[in-house]
C-alpha cells in the first residue's frame, strides 16, 4: 500500500503468483487527516476478482476505493498523482512569494487563488496550513516525495515518453531533500522557494532557462 516502482511490482506479481499468492498493490493518497479518519483514497491495482475479496478491508481505511487496472496500475498512479502534486506545490509557493514580494499579504493572495483557477490541493490545505505560518508539519516527507517524482519520471521514460516538466521538478526537489534533509515536511520547500530568491539564485536560473530555449 506503499510508493513502488510500478514494473517491479508486476515482477514481483508474476514471481508470487508461480507460488499461488495474489499480489495487489493499492497505495493510498489523503495524508495523515485522513489516515486518521479512515477516508484515504485507494488506488488498486491487480484483478478485479482479486480486489473484490479485499474490498472490505480497504473499506476500513479509506472512502473512494478505485480500480485503476492490471497490477503496477496503483503504483504508477500513486507516483503520477503525487508528481501533479509536486508540481501544484512549487507553483503554489513560487506564486505566494511573487505575490509578498509585491507588496501583497498572503492570506489575501491564498483567498484569491481559492477562488479562481488556480485552486489546487495546496493552495486549499497547504499554504494557509502549513506554509504561511511556517508550521512546516503536514506530515509527508520531501524524501518521499522525491522518491515518488523520481518514479513518475522513470515510468514514463518506460513508455517511451519524454517529461520534461517532471525532469525540472525532479532537480529542484532534489535540491530540497540536499538542503533541508530527506524528512523535512514537504512543504518546507517553501523555505527553498524564498531562499533562491532572496539570494537571487532563482533569477540566475531563469536567465539559464531563458538562454537553452532561445538557442
Known amino acids: 500500500m506503499g510508493s513502488s516502482d510500478p514494473l517491479g511490482t508486476v515482477g514481483l506479481g508474476q514471481k508470487l503468483s508461480e507460488m499461488g499468492v495474489v499480489l495487489l498493490d493499492a497505495p493510498v493518497s489523503g495524508g495523515v ?7 484515504l483514497a485507494i488506488m488498486v491495482g491487480g484483478k478485479r476478482s482479486d480486489v473484490e475479496v479485499v474490498y472490505p478491508l480497504l473499506q476500513a481505511m479509506g472512502s ?4 485503476v487496472g492490471h497490477l503496477g496500475s496503483g503504483h504508477a498512479l500513486k507516483a503520477l498523482n503525487n508528481y501533479v502534486s509536486a508540481a501544484g ?9 511573487v505575490a509578498e514580494a509585491f ?3 498572503g492570506q489575501v493572495a491564498i483567498d484569491v487563488f481559492n477562488s479562481s483557477t ?4 495546496t493552495t486549499e490545505k497547504k499554504l494557509a496550513q502549513y506554509v504561511l505560518n511556517q508550521a512546516y508539519n503536514s506530515g509527508f516527507s520531501i524524501g518521499l516525495m522525491h522518491k515518488d517524482l523520481v ?4 515510468l514514463a521514460e518506460q513508455v517511451h515518453l519524454a517529461l520534461p516538466l517532471g525532469h525540472s521538478l525532479s ?3 532534489a535540491d530540497a531533500e540536499s538542503e533541508l534533509g530527506a524528512s523535512a515536511d514537504h512543504t518546507a520547500i517553501a523555505k527553498l522557494v524564498r531562499k533562491k530568491w532572496e539570494s537571487g539564485e532563482g533569477h540566475r536560473e531563469n536567465r539559464r532557462i531563458e538562454r537553452q530555449l532561445s538557442g
Do not use: F, M, Q, Y
Open 33 to 39: 487527516p485522513r489516515a486518521k479518519d479512515g477516508s
Open 64 to 67: 473512494t476505493i478505485s480500480h
Open 89 to 97: 506545490l512549487v507553483a503554489a509557493c513560487e506564486a505566494l512569494r
Open 103 to 105: 507588496g501583497i499579504d
Open 118 to 121: 488556480g485552486r489546487n490541493n
Open 151 to 154: 518514479t513518475a519520471v522513470n
Open 171 to 173: 532537480r529542484i526537489w
